[in-house]
């Protein structure tokens, strides 16, 4: 069964579930308690249940961001990886200069979507270390 803090993630979204449960008559028993949306007790325990829920979502998006910046002060957060390595970039950029190969050919060798290579063609060459 899910959480009843997962009702809502926002008072107004709480406020807007609690006006559609009233239109629609639902009343939510809760421990042998019943809370009707439309009394002020319900409405109460809607907000309240919903200021707790942006409360924990709000925790869990500052938690990520401190965890992101120290990763990326440890230089762990890299990102994603290209697809392809620096030496398979400029062999692309090698085949697609010679004129021999479209782009569609150069994705089908290279195992990779024409939009990367695209891209890849788009990008600066990397250093030369890698040849």
Not at 64 to 85: C, D, F, I
Not at 113 to 126: D, G, H, W
């Amino acid at each position: 069964m899910p959480k009843l803090d997962r009702l809502a993630r926002s008072v107004p979204d709480a406020r807007a579930i609690g006006d559609d449960l009233a239109a629609r008559g639902i009343k939510l028993s809760l421990g042998g308690q019943v809370y009707d949306p439309t009394d002020p007790m319900g409405k109460m325990f809607f907000n309240i249940l919903a200021t707790f829920a942006e409360f924990e979502v709000d925790l869990l998006r500052m938690r990520t961001r401190e965890g992101m910046a120290v990763a990326r002060a440890k230089g762990r957060l890299r990102g994603r990886q290209p697809k392809l390595s620096p030496k398979q970039q400029a062999e692309l950029r090698r085949m697609h200069v010679s004129g021999n190969y479209s782009i569609a050919d150069l994705a089908k060798l290279f195992t990779v979507s024409r939009p990367t290579v695209y891209r890849t063609l788009q990008q600066p060459p990397a250093s030369d270390k890698a040849r």
